[in-house]
């Protein structure tokens, strides 16, 4: 007999991209923010100290194209963007949205930077 995996509810896709000191361009782990590359840890950490990192599942990502808004990560299903991060608000997040089922919506990235998505289709050569 087979041990059954359920598939997570819910995939936090943290961007751990870190621009080399001197760079121009903002990125989500700053070399002078420490605490910014202790979010992923923080995620992580705080999903099995509250019982549910199996139905749960953080992903690092590379950069999610919303640097100025960093340190940001995805939320899906939703398609929701958490921008300007800290331990403090992830952890509302985790008690509110991926617990509670309600989106934070005072750190979701405002819509004139995200927007409604584009379908591959509709731009398809």
């Given at each position: 007999m087979l041990n059954s995996v359920n598939?997570?509810?819910f995939f936090i896709f943290k961007c751990q991209q870190s621009a080399p000191p001197g760079m121009p361009k903002p990125s989500c782990v700053k070399a002078d923010?420490?605490?910014?590359a202790e979010l992923f840890q923080h995620i992580a950490q705080s999903l099995?100290?509250?019982?549910i990192i199996g139905t749960v599942t953080p992903v690092q990502t590379g950069c999610l194209s919303r640097c100025g808004q960093g340190?940001?990560?995805?939320v899906e299903p939703?398609?929701?963007m958490?921008?300007?991060?800290t331990?403090?608000?992830i952890d509302r997040i985790i008690e509110e949205h991926i617990i509670g089922g309600n989106v934070v919506q005072e750190y979701v990235i405002p819509d004139e930077l995200w927007g409604e998505p584009?379908?591959?289709a509709s731009i398809a050569r």
């Open positions: 598939q997570p509810a923010a420490p605490e910014t099995m100290m509250k019982g340190p940001v990560m995805l939703g398609h929701t958490y921008v300007g991060l331990k403090e608000k584009v379908a591959p």
